[in-house]
């Protein structure tokens, strides 16, 4: 029968700091890695407003935690409509996309609207209102 080896770094498992030499070496909090996003709402985001305010509201500066919108088409919300004869649709935290035609004269309140799909949707004597 075959002897399986061992893999090399369990044998320092029990040790201090394996992998990092000396004890003196890889103190700090460096040496953890990432922890996410940790400070960045506190010490981190109090830097960045006092030492590089000019990154905050410019272009390529994103918001943390920013929510993102989900999105729905013209489509599938025709299918819905054809489903249950609906004609009101409410949709928060969507986004309606232009793909496919809307039912004549339907009423869509959703949180943003692509500038094709209002377009259609007015076309088809129908109402777009932003929540």
Same mark, same amino acid.
């Given at each position: 029968m075959v002897?399986?080896?061992?893999?090399? +770094?369990r044998k320092y498992? !029990?040790?201090?700091?394996? !992998? #990092?030499? =000396?004890?003196? +070496? #890889?103190?700090g909090a460096g040496d953890r890695g990432g922890? !996410? =996003? #940790?400070?960045v709402r506190k010490h981190k985001f109090t830097r960045m407003t006092a030492k590089h305010p000019e990154l905050l509201r410019k272009k390529g500066f994103? $918001?943390?935690?920013s929510k993102k919108l989900k999105y729905i088409t013209l489509e599938q919300i025709?299918? $819905?409509s054809a489903a249950e004869g609906k004609t009101e649709f409410e949709f928060? +935290?969507?986004?309606?996309?232009? +793909? !496919?035609s809307p039912a004549s004269g339907i009423k869509i309140k959703a949180t943003a609207f692509t500038k094709k799909a209002e377009e259609k949707i007015k076309a088809s004597h129908g109402e777009a209102i932003r929540i």
């Open positions: 002897v399986r080896k061992e893999k090399r +770094n498992f !029990g040790t201090r700091r394996w !992998g #990092a030499g =000396n004890i003196k +070496n #890889a103190r922890v !996410g =996003n #940790a400070g994103t $918001i943390w935690r025709g299918r $819905i928060r +935290n969507y986004k309606v996309l232009s +793909n !496919g």
